[in-house]
């Protein structure tokens, strides 16, 4: 039977032990993103989501100051990969991420959205999902990638994961 492209998975776990180490796990990954990659940031208030999507930015080397979008819904900063800075935490369901306009920027941007399992329907089956989680002071890090390029992407990322170089 054909495998399709969105069963194909990869996971990496990362424990990091600072704001800075967390950002620049994000910005390795960003440096490999290009402009269609999905990214959804799953976690609890405070988990790091926000610092994660700053490193993301870094990586990307685009324009202006990551901060939280949670009362804007969605910043855009530009740059050589633009990115789309999303945060799900207002939006009441799938059809409030529709009117956002996310469609027309897809191909053009990196997306980032924050809290997005509480928008499930509105995820592009292909997706680089990163969860992170307290642990003791530190946090741990899920890095998902969910079909083949994403999960390529991740792949990449596993070496980094064990030396951090
Ligand atoms: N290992 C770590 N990774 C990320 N943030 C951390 C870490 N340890 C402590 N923090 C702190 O946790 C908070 C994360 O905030 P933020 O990124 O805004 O979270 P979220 O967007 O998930 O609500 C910051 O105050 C940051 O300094
Ligand atoms: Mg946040």
Request: glycine share 10%; proline share 6%; with cysteine.
């Given at each position: 039977?054909?495998t399709?492209?969105?069963?194909?998975?990869?996971?990496i776990?990362?424990?990091?032990?600072?704001p800075?180490?967390?950002?620049q796990?994000?910005?390795r990954?960003?440096e490999?993103?290009?402009?269609?990659?999905?990214v959804?940031?799953?976690?609890?208030l405070g988990?790091?989501k926000?610092a994660?999507?700053?490193?993301?930015a870094?990586?990307?080397?685009?324009?202006?100051?990551?901060?939280s979008?949670?009362f804007?819904?969605?910043?855009?900063?530009r740059?050589d990969?633009?990115?789309c800075?999303v945060?799900?935490y207002r939006?009441?369901?799938?059809?409030?991420?529709?009117?956002?306009g996310?469609e027309?920027?897809?191909?053009d941007?990196?997306?980032?959205m924050?809290?997005?399992d509480?928008v499930?329907?509105?995820?592009?089956r292909?997706?680089?999902?990163?969860?992170?989680?307290?642990r003791?002071?530190g946090r741990r890090?899920?890095?998902?990638?969910i079909?083949?390029?994403?999960?390529?992407?991740?792949?990449e990322?596993?070496h980094?994961?064990?030396t951090?170089d």
């Amino acid at each position: 039977m054909p495998t399709s492209d969105d069963a194909v998975f990869a996971e990496i776990v990362v424990d990091t032990d600072s704001p800075d180490e967390t950002q620049q796990l994000a910005r390795r990954l960003g440096e490999a993103l290009l402009p269609g990659h999905f990214v959804a940031l799953i976690g609890p208030l405070g988990a790091g989501k926000t610092a994660f999507v700053q490193g993301l930015a870094a990586g990307l080397k685009v324009e202006g100051a990551v901060t939280s979008p949670t009362f804007v819904l969605m910043r855009l900063h530009r740059g050589d990969t633009p990115l789309c800075h999303v945060d799900a935490y207002r939006l009441p369901d799938a059809s409030a991420v529709e009117e956002l306009g996310l469609e027309d920027w897809r191909d053009d941007c990196v997306i980032a959205m924050e809290w997005a399992d509480t928008v499930p329907e509105a995820l592009p089956r292909e997706r680089i999902e990163v969860v992170l989680s307290y642990r003791g002071e530190g946090r741990r890090i899920r890095l998902r990638g969910i079909g083949r390029e994403p999960a390529a992407i991740v792949q990449e990322m596993e070496h980094y994961a064990h030396t951090g170089d």
